[in-house]
């Protein structure tokens, strides 16, 4: 485990929140069979940390009573053959989230925040989508202008700006100026919409299409579908939508 940390500052208090939760979500996406391995049920209780470092490590609980810090959950090892194995994740992440917020808890009572204080620090975590959210896909869909686009199959895409000839040129340039701003506002609201496919982050520069059944989106190109082909589809379902309902069949 890593030494001994303190922030203070509700700007420390909140990198320190980032930083673990940057780890834990690590170990339950990319690191997922690195994680799965290192949770023996054969061994004892075992925890998974996050730390500031954006690292994670599965681990014995702390020996000392009480810990320095607010513990994760204990155990998690000893469900994970007992269930499948996307339901085990989404077990561990909502208990990652809960350990994450008690650690933030824990600091504000430790440094005396006051109510003004904590309200701020938990409106900042507030912003960033909750590691169950991101284990389930459940992020990528929580958008906007993510629910409109699905309204009519031509605007299954993300929303573009485009650029309309005005004989003004003053008018022109206005829009122009606009129209930065909005794609700017597009990026950063679309900054951590992962593709359900590949797991690469969003890009504006290429054709992007959401499962109508999941609500996950894809990059066309992961899936096959051209903005061509998506104009004349009434409902899209992704590869994993269309394979579940087969299977029932």
Known sequence: MEGRYDPQSVEEVFRDYKGRRAGLIKA?????????????????NLCLYGFPSEQWEVNLPAEEVP???????????????GMHEKDWLCL????SDAWLIGVSFYFC???GYDRAARRRLFNMIN?????YEVVTGAANNSNPKSATTKQHPSHKTHPKEEDEEEEDYEEEAAEEIVEGYEEEEEEEEHGETLCGACGL???SDEF???CDVCEKWFHGKCVRITPAKAEHMKQYKC???TTIKRTRH
């Open 201 to 203: 982050n969003y890009a």
């Open 28 to 44: 339950l996406t990319t690191d997922v069979e690195e994680f799965y391995q290192q949770c023996d049920p054969e061994k004892e």
């Open 127 to 131: 912003e960033l989508p909750t590691i």
């Open 109 to 111: 009572s430790r440094f």
């Open 92 to 95: 561990v992440a909502v208990h």
């Open 67 to 81: 810990p320095e810090l607010p513990e994760p959950a204990l155990g998690i090892n000893f469900a994970r053959d």
């Open 208 to 210: 992007w299409i959401c």
């Open 239 to 241: 590869p994993s939508c």
